[in-house]
């Protein structure tokens, strides 16, 4: 399975990052946009622009590619750099939500369970 590019040193690189200052562009672009979370629609609530991508941060500001550049193939794109570069490909999306969707497609976080306890007769 094809999951990048070769570099001069024949090593594989993530196809998301071998263009970077693009990938700061679209980062920039959808922090400026203030664009809700395209998993979940804003039902976890804002993104959090400014905090650091990762677990410690689950409401984080991540880049979600709507078609998994790993199954770049499937959906006619020439390589997998290509699926990553294609704005039309991208949408922003906190930690968590990119992390459940994984490499699904038509993937939506539909409920959120309510803190609240059932109180017995209440159901």
């Known amino acids: 399975m094809n999951r990048g590019t070769e570099n001069n040193r024949g090593t594989r690189t993530n196809p998301r990052y071998a263009?970077?200052?693009?990938?700061?562009?679209?980062?920039?672009?959808f922090k400026a946009m203030e664009a809700p979370c395209g998993i979940c629609k804003g039902r976890l609530g804002a993104i959090h622009y400014d905090e650091p991508s990762n677990a410690q941060h689950?409401?984080?500001?991540?880049?979600?590619e709507i078609?998994?550049?790993?199954?770049?193939?499937?959906?006619?794109?020439?390589?997998?750099?290509?699926?990553?570069?294609?704005?039309?490909?991208?949408?922003?999306a906190h930690y968590c939500c990119n992390q459940a969707k994984s490499n699904k497609v038509n993937f939506e976080i539909r409920t959120i369970h309510s803190a609240e306890p059932t109180l017995d007769g209440e159901w």
């Open 58 to 64: 689950p409401l984080s500001f991540v880049i979600d």
């Open 19 to 29: 263009n970077g200052n693009l990938r700061r562009k679209y980062r920039a672009r």
């Open 67 to 92: 078609k998994p550049v790993s199954r770049w193939k499937e959906f006619g794109y020439s390589s997998p750099a290509e699926a990553a570069k294609d704005w039309n490909n991208l949408q922003a």
